[in-house]
């Protein structure tokens, strides 16, 4: 049994991983800096600490998971949502008392940053959107701005993307900067794919593929339901060897027509594919068994049954949104775990209550006090 310490418990796919450990025999304990979390509320959780936000008092957030690890004889560190950065910098002294799920802040920068990303790709010779840096308002005038999405190069969840015909009231809020670049990437239509993938030292321990039906606003899927796509996972597969990658990457896809398949952008964090891997019983073992390959085995349709009712009102495709409505599990309730589902609301209020006060969107309030933009260390 491993002593596992988790880290961004607000994230549904958090609560997913915390079941899957716990299910193992694992001891699982949570660290979040916000006071009410869905994996706070799950049995799969054996304690949980209230931490300071990294993002505003980073000394305290990492002296509180110092505190945690020794007290609580931790194994390992697997960091979940946007708060991994932060961990990344403090991963020199965190290592020194366990293992640290991730890479060092000077090596995941690059995956971070989404142009630094598409150079990578450039650099191994594999197909890439032109993608250019933006940096003023002169650079932007200077586009052609009906065949480019608009981007900030550190972002999440697609808020801020821009997608042509941009009018010049959505370029209002674009503001360029060279502490703040934008980046214009070529805009191609096609199938929205999605991966996740675990790596240790280059070898890829568990991977899933899936596509974006139904998403909350312009990017996050709320369905999910595993596709089998040898090309990507060649693809991960090289780039995860390249670079000798250790910890959870996730990439997004735009898929042609044709079959050509062109990756867009990096998140190397826990995405939604956490939840078709947590049902597979190595899926643990991934995250310290560089033998192990782990991928979903059964064709289910799991989805984040609030956001899908939200969705509701938007689709175009209200046949298909009953059909996969119906046939789809929730990932959050569990009749042997129903609180996360049941106290949900619980868990959104603070954050509800930060965009109200911020004037920032839900999705942006959820990062608030983990996230980072590049800023100066």
């Given at each position: 049994?491993k002593?596992?310490l988790?880290?961004?418990?607000?994230?549904?796919?958090?609560?997913?991983?915390?079941?899957?450990?716990?299910?193992?025999?694992?001891?699982?304990?949570?660290?979040?800096?916000?006071?009410?979390?869905l994996?706070?509320?799950?049995?799969?959780?054996?304690?949980?600490?209230?931490?300071?936000?990294?993002?505003?008092?980073?000394e305290?957030?990492?002296?509180?998971?110092?505190?945690?690890?020794?007290?609580?004889?931790?194994?390992?560190?697997?960091?979940?949502?946007?708060?991994?950065?932060?961990?990344?910098?403090?991963?020199?002294?965190?290592?020194?008392?366990?293992?640290?799920?991730?890479?060092?802040?000077?090596?995941?920068?690059?995956?971070?940053?989404?142009?630094?990303?598409?150079?990578?790709?450039?650099?191994?010779?594999?197909?890439?959107?032109?993608?250019?840096?933006i940096?003023?308002?002169?650079?932007?005038?200077?586009?052609?701005?009906?065949?480019?999405?608009?981007?900030?190069a550190?972002?999440?969840?697609?808020?801020?993307?821009?997608?042509?015909?941009?009018?010049r009231?959505?370029l209002?809020?674009?503001?360029?900067?060279?502490?703040?670049?934008w980046?214009a990437?070529?805009?191609?239509?096609?199938?929205?794919l999605?991966?996740?993938?675990?790596?240790?030292?280059?070898?890829?321990?568990?991977?899933?593929?899936?596509?974006?039906?139904?998403?909350?606003?312009?990017?996050?899927?709320?369905?999910?339901?595993?596709?089998?796509?040898?090309?990507?996972?060649?693809?991960?597969?090289?780039?995860?060897?390249?670079f000798?990658?250790?910890?959870?990457?996730?990439?997004?896809?735009?898929?042609?027509?044709?079959?050509?398949?062109?990756?867009?952008?990096?998140?190397?964090?826990?995405?939604?594919?956490?939840?078709?891997?947590?049902?597979?019983?190595a899926?643990?073992?991934?995250?310290?068994?560089?033998?192990?390959?782990?991928?979903?085995?059964?064709?289910?349709?799991?989805?984040?049954?609030?956001?899908m009712?939200?969705?509701?009102g938007?689709?175009?495709?209200?046949?298909?949104?009953?059909?996969?409505?119906?046939?789809?599990?929730?990932?959050?309730?569990?009749?042997?775990?129903?609180?996360?589902?049941?106290?949900?609301?619980?868990?959104?209020?603070?954050?509800?209550?930060?965009?109200?006060?911020?004037?920032?969107s839900?999705?942006?309030?959820?990062?608030?006090?983990?996230?980072?933009?590049?800023?100066?260390?």
């Amino acid at each position: 049994m491993k002593q596992i310490l988790l880290t961004g418990g607000r994230a549904p796919a958090t609560l997913d991983l915390a079941r899957s450990l716990a299910r193992a025999g694992h001891r699982v304990i949570l660290a979040e800096s916000v006071r009410h979390s869905l994996t706070s509320y799950s049995r799969a959780c054996n304690k949980t600490y209230f931490v300071a936000p990294p993002r505003q008092a980073y000394e305290s957030f990492k002296q509180n998971l110092l505190d945690i690890i020794q007290k609580e004889k931790i194994d390992l560190l697997i960091p979940s949502c946007e708060e991994v950065f932060w961990i990344a910098r403090a991963h020199h002294d965190l290592s020194r008392h366990c293992q640290v799920f991730c890479e060092p802040l000077k090596d995941l920068v690059s995956w971070h940053h989404k142009g630094q990303f598409i150079d990578k790709l450039k650099g191994l010779g594999l197909a890439a959107l032109e993608t250019r840096p933006i940096c003023s308002h002169t650079e932007l005038e200077s586009l052609p701005l009906d065949e480019v999405v608009l981007k900030p190069a550190y972002s999440r969840f697609a808020t801020k993307a821009l997608l042509p015909p941009h009018s010049r009231e959505s370029l209002k809020a674009v503001h360029p900067s060279e502490a703040n670049p934008w980046l214009a990437q070529s805009y191609l239509k096609g199938k929205a794919l999605c991966s996740y993938s675990l790596a240790i030292g280059g070898k890829l321990t568990a991977h899933t593929v899936y596509g974006a039906e139904f998403t909350a606003g312009q990017g996050s899927s709320v369905v999910f339901r595993h596709l089998q796509h040898q090309g990507i996972e060649a693809f991960v597969r090289q780039i995860v060897q390249a670079f000798g990658m250790t910890g959870q990457f996730a990439f997004d896809f735009i898929e042609t027509s044709e079959g050509e398949v062109f990756a867009l952008e990096c998140n190397p964090r826990a995405t939604s594919g956490v939840h078709l891997l947590a049902s597979c019983p190595a899926f643990p073992q991934a995250f310290w068994d560089e033998t192990v390959f782990v991928k979903p085995q059964q064709a289910e349709s799991i989805m984040l049954a609030s956001a899908m009712l939200q969705a509701f009102g938007k689709s175009k495709k209200k046949r298909e949104w009953l059909e996969v409505f119906g046939s789809s599990r929730d990932a959050l309730f569990r009749w042997a775990d129903p609180l996360p589902a049941l106290l949900q609301g619980l868990a959104i209020w603070p954050f509800l209550e930060l965009a109200w006060q911020k004037k920032l969107s839900l999705l942006e309030a959820s990062t608030y006090d983990i996230e980072w933009n590049g800023e100066a260390l």
